[in-house]
């Protein structure tokens, strides 16, 4: 079952907050509302600092993705380059490590010395 809150209990609570506001009054005097606009001045500077900061990394991340996608384009575009004329050399090299017009003439030859 659920205990009921007394009025007795609740009123201590209450005691204490405006103790505590008796307290800063003593402390802070009339000073309070001075200290308070200056928090609530350094507060918003804060929070403008913080929003122009927040932009400023927005934009940095943009410029660096678009740097990222032209970087990872171009280096595409040179192993496109360089995959085709590596195949184009590896075709110069084997034909002519095997020129197959004159392996089939030597063939040809050959087949014929052997038939005579």
Do not use: H
């Not at 122009?52 to 940095?60: A, G």
């Amino acid at each position: 079952m659920a205990k009921k809150t007394s009025p007795e209990k609740e009123k201590p609570t209450m005691d204490s907050s405006s103790k505590i506001e008796a307290i800063k009054n003593l402390i802070f005097g009339e000073n309070i509302q001075q200290y308070d606009s200056e928090f609530e001045t350094l507060k918003s500077e804060i929070d403008k600092k913080k929003a122009l900061l927040e932009n400023y990394i927005d934009e940095v991340r943009n410029e660096l993705m678009q740097s990222i996608d032209s970087l990872s384009t171009d280096v595409n575009i040179r192993i496109t380059d360089l995959e085709d004329s590596l195949q184009a050399k590896t075709e110069a090299l084997t034909e002519e490590k095997v020129d197959r017009k004159e392996l089939g003439k030597l063939l040809i030859s050959l087949g014929e010395k052997v038939s005579s």
